[in-house]
């Protein structure tokens, strides 16, 4: 199973395969005492923080700045001094030391795969992968497909495109690595979707990978051009990641009922995938933290001090077999609440059991970026002829997230209008074009009167999305 | 290099690697007596003749048809009276034997990745490659780009989508397995021409995949965006597949001076990928025929015999490694001229010294879609109130190919139009709709009065292609 259970980073046996009836990959260690997987996770935690100190100048110089040294590491408590990975402080690092940052861990012609965020802005963030983290990436994720029911009979359609987002990826290394039949479709050219509804009535496909939002999209479109996606499709596994929404329940039950499926959430952080380490099993009572791929902690949001079982908290994240780009204690921000009630399933691993509901911070994402209110307020106020007050609607259109920014007008624009008419169009462009080049999405800028957005005391609620992610 | 030399189908060493200096990959293979290669061609020939007879029923059928038994075959001229296979025919074997056809010569679970044609119409034509091809296929790749000077320090981003097309996928693998920094950007997403031009800046790849016309629009582009792609790009070796073009001297001398690279042509058919064995070395002579991984005859487009070097004809090929989908004698329609004078390269393979320059039929290439004039005139006669005669112009803007149909409408049509003179509107649009479910592209159609456009006496030359495809 591990060519070298001592040694670190492990080294997984490609030829391994439990028997088809067994419920697990790794028996022994999912169902394990978690007191005694502790000490396991615990030696990779060591390995893995003892090689980051040791290649990387950005770890070094934090954790010299923090009194903290690897070999003063002897328990999770002291292990929870290290402070926190921010996603700005690895974008801000990378600017300083491009194009990998100082995190890079690897010589960087060992570099195996390059893949990044989006980040149209001009600022993404660059993702690199080593050959032999990309073999465990493998190992990992067959292990969690196993988990949820996947087997080498089963054919897999990856509904989601190809390029620098890594969720497609590691599906097919995945499936590659379990001798699933793989149909790597991709999705998001144009006229792909209808394409894609002949392909899966004509293949026959039994998993599906890609987004929520994608997989109820298709559906729809199935219906209008005279499919039934109960009848004419054959997906018994979807499983899905890059959005909330399939932890959802009702989101879940219209998977589900739309295609006689078990609708599987999976997620974490760009930063950290292709290793996909929270995941539900087959029983899907929330997602599992896989602890001995990936050390997941969650966190109070105010103190960052570790939350107990039964409470809700930030999930912070730490590689434990990455080579190239490891991340130690990051923070995602996302909003879950972790248990450690048994599931069904016997795995002894904790348990997000309502996934992820929200944010700890005001940030959103739109077609795939992130955005926070901070940043639409500010690429506004670099306008002149901007209010004061401003709003953010978001919406979805089929598969597609609208973006409208409410945002009042000046009064000495208020007083151009009558003898310059079109005065308010250019501001809207110009508003449009800043929000652009700023948050790197396109929306639609509505320009009310001054005054007429209401003020409140408090933090002012901007941001109003009727997308019901999280509902 | 080998670990079955006697074997079949061959299982190549996945560790093995030249020397960086070595030019060739195989030297012996490469640059033996093309008389003793033949020998050892001949051997898989027979074995991969022997194989498809005894698994698939579509070639078993054909062969007994023609009084051909595998047994029967010991020499090249034997091997001559193998039926040719068309296009057509495999994918009307695959209507009658959905999906993969009776040609699939593994068992359907065992099938590793599913690709196909795009073909919008409803009726593509669906690959199946089973694991252990798709490693030859890695190692098959990484013979022929160390060929054309890539080696395992280089970077390359793939420029060209990933989804049913074999192209992008074929130079991953080949990329993998030479163990370069792969950066599979893919293409085709709105917006992500630009988004690549920052990353190329950022990553400095120093490889290129993709087709020759994204290539020449990217550079546009770039310069449109303030880069100089001489300058703020690396590439030193940039590949295409998937259109002509980088065999043309005009275009591979533009494609050279914008980048400051060397451009290196390659090519077969879709049936045959991602097994690309028509490929250039770093000399650029014109692209060898790789004849022990895919067996290439020319043959004359009337008689079907081997033409000479020297002359012209229509490339046929035969696969010499492939379990899960193999075509023996598959007729390309491509014209091309061979020659086996020597490269001073040194490898002993014949050479199409001018790469593809044209179709021995009348088939076009649109958008990736195969369209042929019988099939727009089957359309246009479908639908009531088309004249006589029509003509076809192929333009291309930047990277899009626009096809435009000219139809008269008849005398009928004519008689109507003063007291209806919507009927032109209405009459044009039910034209682009039936194209577009006949052939699978939208057209544009310009309605012309009857008996304007020439008749000839001989075949109509009603294809106008301004694309400059093969110029």
């Known amino acids: ?150 087997r080498p009979r089963d054919s897999v359609f990856i509904g989601s495109f190809f390029s620098l987002y890594l969720g497609s990826w590691g599906a097919l290394a995945g499936a590659e690595r379990l001798r699933l039949t793989c149909f790597p479709f991709g999705a998001g050219l144009p006229g792909q979707t209808l394409m894609a509804l002949r392909w899966i009535k004509d293949m026959q496909p ?14 729809e479109r199935a219906r209008e051009e005279g499919f039934d996606p109960l009848k004419d499709f054959n997906f018994k596994t979807m499983f899905f990641s890059g959005e909330p929404g399939a932890g959802i329940p009702a989101t879940k039950k219209k998977i589900e009922e739309s295609y006689g499926c078990k609708c599987i959430d999976l997620g974490t952080m760009a930063e950290m995938t292709p290793w996909m380490t929270n995941g539900e099993c087959d029983f899907r009572t929330g997602m599992h933290l896989w602890m001995d791929i990936v050390y997941t902690e969650l966190v109070n949001p105010e103190t960052k001090e570790v939350v107990d079982y039964g409470q809700e908290g930030v999930p912070v994240y730490t590689h434990l077999e990455r080579t190239s780009h490891p991340m130690i204690r990051l923070y995602s921000g996302d909003l879950a609440t972790w248990t450690n009630e048994p599931c069904p399933c016997g795995r002894t691993y904790p348990r997000l059991p309502k996934g992820m509901y929200g944010r700890a911070d005001d940030m959103f994402l739109v077609r795939g970026e992130n955005v926070y209110p901070s940043g639409v307020e500010g690429a506004l106020r670099e306008v002149a002829g901007f209010g004061e007050e401003f709003r953010i609607i978001i919406t979805r259109e089929k598969a597609m997230d609208e973006l409208i920014v409410q945002a009042e007008y000046s009064k000495e624009v208020a007083a151009k209008v ?21 948050i790197g999405v396109r929306g639609h800028v509505e320009l009310v009167e001054y005054g007429k957005i209401e003020r409140t005391q408090f933090k002012a609620r901007r941001v109003i999305d009727k997308r019901d992610l999280y509902k």
Chains 1, 2 share one sequence.
Not at 208 to 219: E, H, K, M, Q, W
């Open 206 to 219: 039994t998993a599906f990978y890609g987004t929520p939002s994608f997989a109820l999209y298709v559906a």
């Open 1 to 150: 199973m591990i060519k070298n259970p001592n040694g670190w980073p492990p080294q997984y046996d490609n030829e391994y395969f439990p028997s088809p009836q067994e419920r697990y990959w790794f028996k022994d260690m999912e169902t394990m005492n978690p007191v005694r997987r502790d000490e396991i996770i615990f030696k990779k935690l060591k390995a893995q923080i003892a090689y980051a100190y040791e290649q990387a100048p950005f770890y070094r110089r934090r954790w010299d700045q923090a009194g903290i040294h690897p070999e003063k590491i002897k328990s999770f408590a002291d292990f929870r001094k290290i402070p926190l990975v921010h996603k700005h402080e690895i974008r801000e690092d990378q600017a300083k030391n491009p194009p990998f940052g100082s995190y890079l861990c690897i010589p960087r012609e060992q570099v195996f795969r390059i893949h990044g965020s989006s980040g149209t802005t001009g600022k993404p963030t660059a993702f690199a992968i080593g050959r032999d983290d990309w073999e465990r990436i493998g190992n990992a994720h067959a292990r969690i497909m196993w988990g949820f029911g996947l």
């Open 418 to 438: 009558k003898t310059n008419p079109q005065i308010l169009e250019r501001l809207k462009r110009e508003m449009e074009d800043k929000l652009k080049a700023r």
